[in-house]
């Protein structure tokens, strides 16, 4: 019983995360754009929070390993929560990229923590369903998020207040839990650095890091390009919010289903199919800019990629042995910022340099790209995480 409520509250923290992640994108994006601030400004104004990310992940795994998973989360959930109610104070660009920045290494901490105390938890066979329901509320929470841009209309720190509040919640729910420790080797001793850890992880799960890569992506251009590329075609807000909602949604409808065809099938065959079948599906997409129809090509690609991180984390567990799974969840997440960082600076530029180029040929050649080469890259399963050399590292 105290496990599962563990793994309640955990959840509630990845809904909490996906609150606050889906209400910042576009709100700061609308803000801007209304300041007039340029798209390529925006865009790297968004990739800040992922740049925190990027920027804490090589800390986290010696004190992880020694203090555990509660410490992180708890830690990570007060850097949120206090960031946020500072937006409702404090304005301006600079002093919102430090806020950004800080969010970005509190939800990184939240999320190693939660990953890992689901990861090392559960059962190899249930992976595919724990982190699937991982996923789903954190897509639950996204879904939320991007709905509280229109309270803009009451006030500029209306979504930030609502945002703050629930993550001081979920922080409150975290203080009585039992603190969980990562199982750790008899190998793995301390004269063995995290350097090398990080590059075992790297040489047996790139391949697999590739989902969480493009759920960043996609993710951040979505809302924080997106909604300048659909402010300039002609749509509001409401048709915004309704638009990213819809790609939330068909990632809600899916994220359990394709966790247990992962299970079924092998996670690296099936982030293969979505792949190269979201590619497609975006490439149409360019053909009109017409709302339904935009609206359908979005709920579709929910469908497929809405799953790309937790198929991703799920398939990097499973090439890795279980001394190397935090550091491997903590490069997952540096993987999902490089995509977070990369893709909104990328679609800026692109919709600067090229104003008339529709927005989703963007996004389908960059997904495109990633899709082949992990179906060029992908390997065995079997013969990865049977690798002799795995096993006796640090031997």
């Known amino acids: 019983m105290k496990n599962k409520f563990q793994f309640y509250v955990m959840i509630s923290i990845v809904t909490i995360s996906g609150i606050s992640q889906g209400m910042l994108l576009p709100v700061i994006a609308v803000i801007f754009e209304k300041e007039g601030v340029s798209a390529g400004l925006n865009g790297f104004h968004a990739s800040v929070l992922y740049l925190g990310i990027l920027a804490i992940s090589p800390f986290l795994e010696k004190p992880l390993r020694r203090y555990g998973t509660k410490p992180m989360i708890l830690i990570g959930c007060l850097a949120v929560w206090s960031s ?22 509190g939800d990184h901490m939240l999320h190693v923590g939660s990953q890992t105390w689901i990861t090392t938890s559960t059962d190899k066979s249930k992976m595919g369903r724990s982190l699937s329901i991982y996923g789903l509320f954190f897509s639950v929470g996204f879904a939320i998020g991007p709905i509280l841009s229109n309270t803009l209309q009451f006030g500029e720190y209306v979504p930030f207040l609502i945002s703050g509040i629930c993550c001081f919640i979920g922080w409150l729910f975290v203080l009585p839990l039992k603190n969980s420790i990562p199982v750790s080797s008899e190998k793995d001793s301390s004269n063995r650095s995290s350097f090398n850890r990080y590059r075992l992880v790297l040489k047996y799960s790139w391949v697999a890091m590739l989902g969480p890569m493009v759920y960043g992506i996609l993710e951040a251009m979505l809302n924080s390009n997106f909604p300048v590329f659909a402010m300039r075609s002609g749509f509001s807000i409401k048709d915004i919010s309704f638009l990213l909602l819809g790609f939330t ?23 293969k199919v979505v792949l190269i079948l979201s590619t497609c599906v975006f490439l149409t997409g360019s053909f009109t800019s017409q709302f339904y129809f935009i609206a359908i090509v979005l709920i579709l690609t929910g469908t497929l990629l809405g799953s790309c991180f937790s198929l991703g984390l799920g398939y990097v567990n499973d090439l890795l042995s279980e001394d190397l799974i935090p550091a491997g969840n903590i490069i997952t997440g540096m993987a999902f910022s490089i995509g977070s960082v ?14 008339h180029l529709n927005f989703f040929i963007s996004i389908s050649v960059l997904i495109g790209i990633i899709a082949i080469i992990f179906a060029l890259n992908s390997v065995s399963l079997k013969s990865v995480n049977k690798s002799e050399e795995q096993l006796k590292i640090g031997s």
């Open 84 to 105: 946020l109610f500072l937006f409702i104070f404090i304005k301006g660009f600079i002093s919102w990229l430090v806020l950004r920045f800080l969010i970005g290494v």
């Open 249 to 271: 949604v068909g990632g809600i409808i899916t994220q359990i289903p394709l966790g247990y065809l992962g299970d079924r099938f092998g996670r690296g065959k099936v982030l």
């Open 342 to 355: 990369s893709g909104p600076i990328i679609g800026g530029k692109v919709m600067e340099l090229f104003p």
